[in-house]
T-cell receptor, first 112, second 116 residues
Framework: DAGVIQSPRHEVTEMGQEVTLRCKPI?????LFWYRQTMMRGLELLIY????????DSGMPEDRFSAKMPNASFSTLKIQPSEPRDSAVYFC??????????FGEGSRLTVL | AQSVTQLGSHVSVSEGALVLLRCNYS??????LFWYVQYPNQGLQLLLK??????LVKGINGFEAEFKKSETSFHLTKPSAHMSDAAEYFC??????????????FGKGTHLIIQP
């Protein structure tokens, strides 16, 4: 079975550019989570969706960040405009209310 | 709100020695507890989870953890370390049924180093 699929795996961009990260959750899972991982702050929950509806976006750093889930099989995390401090690994995870989160392999973002 | 504290950002053990990674949690209600492992350039993989059944939980790769309510701890152990165990380990807590609706709160992680 395919796991959580994220793209791109690596993204290098310049400050001010728009960045879009994509996620395909595991089929049948009804919750989707976006996490950010940095050396300084560890793993931070940015936002999560339940049945495609955003439940809690209190972890989103600022208005430059937005996330959407137009259907059960696709979600995006967008940063516009990007800044160097946004450099991190962004993980998408999904589950079916079983407690265990299934993680993608992450998208490593570098903003120059 | 719940929280997790992992004691020691780096732990170094010799190959064949006991591995002990410490995790303490804070929660106002009975928690669900998890240990995840992250290998370089990969996502997080579940090692084991505690969901109010047996307090001693066995996971993959020979790891186990014991839930101690009186100590608010969920330490991870393995009797004999292997070189392939070198990775980052994360303890996580959730207080929702199954942890699904609210996600997990992670500790800062412990980097396990295995000395040959």
């Amino acid at each position: 079975d395919a796991g959580v699929i994220q793209s791109p795996r690596h993204e290098v961009t310049e400050m001010g550019q728009e960045v879009t990260l994509r996620c395909k959750p595991i089929s049948g899972h009804n919750s989707l989570f976006w996490y950010r991982q940095t050396m300084m702050r560890g793993l931070e929950l940015l936002i999560y969706f339940n049945n495609n509806v955003p439940i809690d976006d209190s972890g989103m750093p600022e208005d430059r960040f937005s996330a959407k889930m137009p259907n059960a099989s696709f979600s995006t995390l967008k940063i516009q405009p990007s800044e160097p401090r946004d450099s991190a690994v962004y993980f998408c995870a999904s589950n079916q209310n079983t407690g265990e989160l299934f993680f993608g392999e992450g998208s490593r973002l570098t903003v120059l | 709100a719940q929280s997790v504290t992992q004691l020691g950002s780096h732990v170094s053990v010799s190959e064949g020695a006991l591995v002990l990674l410490r995790c303490n949690y804070s929660s106002s209600v009975p928690p669900y507890l998890f240990w995840y492992v992250q290998y370089p350039n990969q996502g997080l993989q579940l090692l084991l989870k505690y969901t109010s059944a047996a307090t001693l939980v066995k996971g993959i790769n020979g790891f186990e953890a014991e839930f101690k309510k009186s100590e608010t701890s969920f330490h991870l152990t393995k009797p004999s370390a292997h070189m392939s165990d070198a990775a980052e380990y994360f303890c996580a807590v959730s207080v929702k049924t199954g942890g699904g609706a609210d996600g997990l709160t992670f500790g800062k992680g412990t980097h396990l180093i295995i000395q040959p």
